[in-house]
């Protein structure tokens, strides 16, 4: 029967496609046309599934069939397993008839390199064009750029999709030469540095003109592979910035390496995933982006490593006293940013509500701020604030003794450089 | 202490700010109920719902407040949390008796309350947006049922309206008895009478022949992209919280 066919089809490429983790449906600002299905524009997380993370889009590989052989990747050509393809309208139904029902924002396409990379690619910006040509379609399109395809067609994917991203897979071309010694590194930055210079030319025309089609509106994000190889959490923020800054990036994804293969090169089957690690990578990249955090602030030769115990801004923040107390009443947003315990929206309410009268300890809780690690670092109308002369490995004991870290059970140490 | 009892409405609700001032009742509870004569409670005042009294009070706060700062405070209102009239009431006060515009200062108590309030409601928007699961009917009609913490339905009619514009649907919340269906021009409050089918949440036997196979399909999906060996429960939970899962398609 069809369905059954379908549904073997879906479990498959489906699986195969999880490790990509990805799953923002955000920052596109495509309408609703002419009566047409879907818009695309804030990002909605439909469902969770069971390990907590946010299912958004529908994310598929076209096929899981790969020419490759990248050892930590479960479609590579010598892992033994099914193998599967989907039809270009097989694709269309699911996404249509799924979104229709509300379970998704959209579709992540993604695809194992069949044949070559234009043959590949050529597929999948099919499968955006129909969507979008055909069935009127206006959600969230994210699709894969594959390294080594044609400008030509990077250029009509950009068109139809929301968003575009290659994947470096591991965070130093060391790694990558180690890991899929078939992939090359030039081969991901090329599609990356065209879609580059054709989103900033595409932004200057919608400016000109307001009629100028909409080109890639969510711009490019990327994936690194952590844990998998041992770079240091330096070497793996440092090529983050990199790319932000060199590539007007969305995002770079962290994702930790799970353990589905055996090979020599690779951690051991039975090892844990770096879960605490990869959050502290998010949170690390967090302030880089929004908290005017510079990466050498985060890590350096001196600390190449992110603490695994507390967060990346209370650890910069007990490296570096000499910065506080920050007088929640006066200062400049900016520094108020800084303080551990407070986020962009508490600094955000701070700022407003010190212009009517100035804020006390209890009326900064009430914003929202996380009084156990802000109070070591802050002064405000209260009398109670920290008086003590406190180094910041007396503050982090504090800290660590009075909070119940989610952490604590398993935590567990990263790789160390040999 | 004077307690006030209003029919429920927002103009009830501004008719009641009126009062206060008019009668100087400053010591005053506002309950949301029906009034009984009854010389028993001496101090129960009723309020008697006006609409001239509330345009006037209204206009006083669009002097001092900006749009989106009554919109917020209906917005508190709609939302019919249990027993948060006294907040709003209270937010109401503080901008009349405050010479500037008050609705940023979060020191203070009833405007960090709306300020919590509305967190709460655009949450629980936020959630109904993400978890309503539409079911494909004979008719073609996309069918969800709802039932969320605050009354919110009237806020999701734009972000639905304008994604499924080619597309009959209706979100009817069980809980409050009501809907809102869009019939690929408009949309209208509904009332549905369920004395037919046992549950509201299950309309089966009026579903499209493709509805199942579809339903099948998510469910195997959702089963598919998740990867066991990251496991976390806490986080899943926090993330939809039980009381959703009887009407998402993946979790019944």
Redesign the interface.
Known sequence: MI?DR??EK??IL??A???DVSCASSGSKR??EN?????ASNG????????????SL??ILLTNHCIFDCAYCVSRKNNDIKRAAFTVQEVVD?TI??Y????IEGLFLSSGIFKDADYTMERLVRIAKKLRTEH?FNGYIHLKSIPGASDELMREAGMYADRLSVNLEMPTEAGLKLLAPDKNRQDMIDPMNFLKNEIILRTEEKKLFKKAPLFAPAGQSTQVIIGATPESDQQVLQSANYFYKNFNLKRVYYS?Y??VLADKRLPALNT??P?VRENRLYQADWLMRFYGFNVNEIVNNEQPLLDLDIDPKLSWAIRNMQAFPIDINKADIQLILRVPGIGMLSAQ??V??????K??LD?LK??GVAINRARYFIVCKSNEFERRDLTGQNIKQFILAESQS?YIRNTQSQLSLF | MYTLVYDGTFEGLLTAVFEIYERKLFHVKLIKGEWRSTAMFEEVVPVVTDDERANRVLAGLRKKLSRAGIQRLYIAHMAEMENEENAIVGFIRYVFDSDQN?E??????YV?RL?EIIKMVRREK?RM????????LKDET?Y?AVEPDFNVLPLLIRHFK??????KWIIYDIKRGYGIYYD?HDTQYISLDFTDVKNAGNVITAFSE?EG??Q???K???T?????????????L???PKRYWRH???KI
């Not at chain 1, 009566?35 to 818009?39: H, P, Q, R, S, Y």
């Not at chain 2, 598919?224 to 899943?236: D, E, G, P, Q």
């Open positions: 369905a379908i549904t879906l479990n489906a699986d496609a999880k490790y309408k609703n009566k047409g299905l879907g818009n909605i997380c439909h469902s969770y599934t069971e390990d907590g993370r946010c299912v529908l994310k699911l008839n799924f229709r029902r509300n379970y009127n930790g799970v353990p844990t995933v879960m309410k701070i407003s509500a010190r212009k009517f009268a804020l006390s009326q009430k914003i989610k | 008050i940023e200062d979060y020191g203070n108590k960090m300020s936020h947006e993400a978890f309503v699961r539409f079911q494909k996309f969800s304008s994604r499924y514009a080619d597309q690929l493709d196979i579809y099948h399909l998510w195997n999906y959702f598919s992209v998740n990867i066991v060996a990251r496991k976390n429960t806490k986080l899943h926090r993330h939809i998402l398609t993946e």
